[in-house]
């Protein structure tokens, strides 16, 4: 058995892998395209001989973290024969590729999970989730008198993206998009774009949305204020002659437009989106902010994380004065920490998705009340979500 980064003349395997495991087919000039496309040195597969048994891709991105961008590894295309499943073929691959990224400098990796507890077992957690909402027209914001302008049509790329990143900053678990990504991944040619701009010819918002079937579905809704949001959502109400209603997905999961409807008894649909794994955990913890503590400065965190042993052990916690922090491995067990809980938990917690009470109440996280609410007090509160998809 070798693990190793495919080469160009793979691309048939390679495809055909994937055409059989997500069950579609590219065939034409489209085929070709994906070969134009292709990019071998980004998915690393596992042979047996000359065959191909499985494989994953692995795309060098990054994500915003208390508004920052952090480098992250994204894992897509799982694959493998169904002749080659459960012989640890996909198993190795992940380990593999988390000894890759470690040592790339990715502290941080995103997938989307076929099956969430396949993947937990290889510490990737739940971080983020989204909201659903069906709308009828009749159910609609009330449409309001704005002082500014809506323009529809083809809006410039670097429009849409200075938009774009002062909305998705604000969330940790965002990506940071580039031009590349947007033509690519975002924008196709059945999607309409609008774009709000102030009195002043600011932008301040925009709406990716098709029509289907007589109704809107909207991709994405980015505003930055509430005039841009009221704006946007006037003009979508000026449809009414021609949809029955709209579809709203992958919205935050802080949001509360039901509420600012006349009438908010709407379909809604909260769903657990995107896994995420801290795959370094010294260099992720140092990055960050934390709120500055007073009294006891430093706390044992002992990390479970059997697929990167770099980050299993005892560390040392320690806050500074005004909030940086140091992370050190020492020597030691379970019984010499303060805290313990595995890769997975404290990914979730350092991103945002959820709260170090709130693990411990449910047994995620373990160690004395005084210890959890250091780590409570330290944590800045976040709201996570992500707009994308790979």
């Known amino acids: 058995m070798e693990i190793r980064q495919l080469h160009a003349d793979d691309f048939e395997e390679g495809l055909g892998l994937s055409e059989y495991a997500f069950q579609y087919k590219v065939i034409g000039e489209d085929r070709e395209r994906a070969r134009e496309n292709f990019k071998p040195e980004q998915i690393w597969g596992v042979f ?7 494989k994953l891709v692995l795309l060098p991105l990054q994500a915003y973290i208390q508004g920052k961008p952090v480098s992250m590894g994204g894992i897509a295309g799982v694959a ?18 988390l000894q890759t990224m470690n040592e790339a400098g990715q502290t941080l990796s995103f997938l989307h999970p076929f099956l969430i507890p396949f993947y937990r077992k290889f510490g990737w957690e739940i971080y ?22 809506v323009k529809r049509g083809a809006a410039d790329i670097k429009v849409l993206q200075q938009l774009y990143v002062s909305f998705a900053a604000r969330y940790n678990g965002t990506l940071q998009r580039t031009e590349e990504w947007w033509k690519e991944k975002v924008l196709d040619e059945d999607t309409h ?23 809107l579905v909207i991709d994405e809704f980015v505003y930055l204020n509430e005039k841009a949001r009221q704006g946007l959502w006037t003009f979508l109400a000026n449809h009414d002659s ?45 990055n960050l902010s934390f709120h500055a503590l007073s009294g006891i400065r430093e706390r044992l965190l002992y990390i479970e994380d059997e697929h990167a042993p770099w980050n299993n052990g005892l560390w040392r916690w320690t806050v500074a004065e005004h909030g940086e922090v140091s992370f050190t ?41 005084e210890a959890v609410d250091w780590l409570e007090k330290l944590i800045p509160q976040a709201q996570t979500a992500l707009f994308d998809f790979f």
């Not at 499943?85 to 190795?92: E, I, N, T």
């Not at 983020?128 to 302008?149: H, L, M, T, W």
Request: proline share 7%; aromatic share 10%.
């Open 48 to 54: 047996e001989g000359p065959s191909l048994s499985a």
């Open 80 to 97: 493998s024969w169904p002749e080659n499943r459960r012989q640890g073929y996909v198993a190795k691959l992940l380990t593999h590729a």
């Open 128 to 149: 983020c989730e989204y909201k659903k909402y069906n709308i009828p027209v009749d159910k609609f914001p009330r449409k309001a008198e704005i002082q500014g302008s």
């Open 193 to 215: 774009q609008c774009v709000f701009y102030s009195q002043q010819g600011e932008p301040e918002g925009y709406v990716l949305y098709k029509i289907v079937n007589k109704e």
């Open 242 to 286: 021609m949809i029955t209603g709209a579809s709203l997905k992958l919205v935050p999961s802080d949001d509360i437009l039901p509420y600012l409807l006349p009438d908010p008894r709407i379909a809604q649909e909260n769903y657990p989106y995107f896994m995420a794994r801290i795959v370094n955990a010294q260099a992720f913890i140092e």
């Open 329 to 369: 491995q020492i020597q030691g067990d379970r019984s010499n920490a303060d805290l313990i809980c595995s890769i997975g938990t404290l990914t979730a917690l350092l991103m945002g998705y959820r709260r170090p009470v709130e693990m411990a109440r449910y047994g995620q996280l373990s160690g004395t009340h």
